[in-house]
């Protein structure tokens, strides 16, 4: 049984946008998935109508094997939704009680501050929503999200409030709740973060879904920069070399050592290595380019990352 199933979900809005077309995602149990794409792309579209806050113009979806329009659905699903605001005057462990008081929850004080030491609210439940920052409401939002314990929870855009510190600190937390077993669907536009946690990806643009996969798959299926530390690469090896990676560029740092900038898929690493292993260069560091993941979607959005 799939987390997600959707099959064909399309929405156009009243005045004729098409914010998401025919979209066919699964999404396994078990995993944290990354909905990507540019603002507009249907992301927080596609969320609200799994969770029921948009009717879709058609196709359908099953949630955790349940239709997604079913109670039985809902109730195993938590959200933080993109545009969130709590009644100011409320504290912060009102807010959980509410929630959990609508969603047909039993909760304990005991539990509640539980929920908020996990999102990095320790000892702020007699804080009202009025004095905390966006970032603190956002934490606070994704406790709601997580009241009861939900199978599922889906997550849109949980980061954008938040600064580094609070980036980190929920993608612990989301990996906590993966080891737990709960599905995480996550919207981002945030590469970084998602790059960091997410099992599979899948990238949107325009409504429709231009790439769904394994983030491995995405990120090292191409050919993408490298960057590799050598010592002891004479002008002979290099030229050697420069023949079979016409592409590749180097740069010696005059004390023996050497920086080579080479475009090549995951694959044709070992080769490289072997070859300048066998010239007699001393092989230190190979690294990816860091900026792969948005290398990736802009090349995905047919943009020239350059
Ligand atoms: N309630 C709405 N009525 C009309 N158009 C909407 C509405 N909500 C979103 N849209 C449009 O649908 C498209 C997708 O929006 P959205 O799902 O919010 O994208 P994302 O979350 O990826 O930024 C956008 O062009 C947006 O302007
Ligand atoms: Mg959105």
């Known amino acids: 049984m799939k987390a997600i199933q959707t099959l064909g979900l399309t929405k156009v809005y009243p005045g004729g946008r098409k914010a998401c077309e025919a979209i066919h995602l699964s999404v396994n149990?078990?995993?944290?998935?990354?909905?990507?794409?540019?603002?507009?792309?249907?992301k927080s579209t596609l969320i609200k109508m799994l969770v029921g806050?948009?009717?879709?113009?058609?196709?359908?979806?099953?949630?955790?094997?349940?239709p997604f329009t079913e109670l039985a659905a809902r109730r195993q699903l938590g959200y933080l939704p993109e545009l969130f605001r709590y009644p100011p005057w409320l504290k912060a462990q009102e807010v959980l009680a509410f929630h959990a008081r609508l969603a047909g929850v039993e909760q304990s004080p005991d539990e509640r501050t539980a929920l908020l030491d996990r999102v990095g609210l320790h000892g702020r439940g007699s804080e009202r929503v009025r004095s905390f920052s966006k970032g603190l409401q956002q934490r606070l939002g994704l406790a709601v999200a997580l009241v009861g314990e939900p199978a599922l929870v889906l997550l849109d855009e949980p980061t954008s409030a938040l600064?580094?510190?609070?980036?980190?600190?929920?993608?612990?937390?989301?990996?906590?709740?993966?080891?737990?077993?709960?599905?995480?669907?996550?919207?981002?536009?945030?590469?970084?973060?998602?790059e960091k946690v997410c099992d599979s990806v899948a990238l949107i643009d325009g409504g429709r879904v231009l790439y769904q996969g394994s983030l491995k798959d995405?990120?090292?299926?191409?050919?993408?920069?490298?960057r590799v530390q050598v010592e002891n690469l004479t002008e002979t090896t290099w030229s050697t070399l420069h023949q079979s990676y016409p592409a590749a560029t180097v740069q010696w740092d005059g004390k023996g050592g050497?920086?080579?900038?080479v475009r090549i898929a995951r694959t044709g690493l070992p080769g490289l290595i072997a070859q300048l292993v066998a010239a007699g260069v001393r092989v230190y560091e190979v690294?990816?380019?860091?900026?792969?993941?948005?290398?990736?979607?802009?090349?995905?959005?047919?943009?020239?990352?350059?």
């Open 29 to 42: 149990q078990g995993e944290i998935f990354g909905l990507l794409g540019p603002n507009g792309a249907g």
């Open 53 to 66: 806050l948009v009717n879709p113009s058609a196709g359908s979806a099953r949630v955790l094997g349940f």
């Open 163 to 194: 600064d580094p510190i609070g980036r980190y600190e929920v993608s612990l937390l989301l990996q906590e709740l993966r080891a737990q077993g709960t599905t995480v669907f996550l919207n981002s536009h945030l590469l970084s973060d998602v």
């Open 218 to 226: 995405a990120l090292y299926g191409g050919a993408r920069h490298h």
């Open 258 to 261: 050497a920086e080579i900038s």
């Open 287 to 306: 690294a990816p380019d860091h900026s792969s993941l948005e290398e990736w979607f802009l090349s995905r959005l047919g943009k020239d990352p350059q």
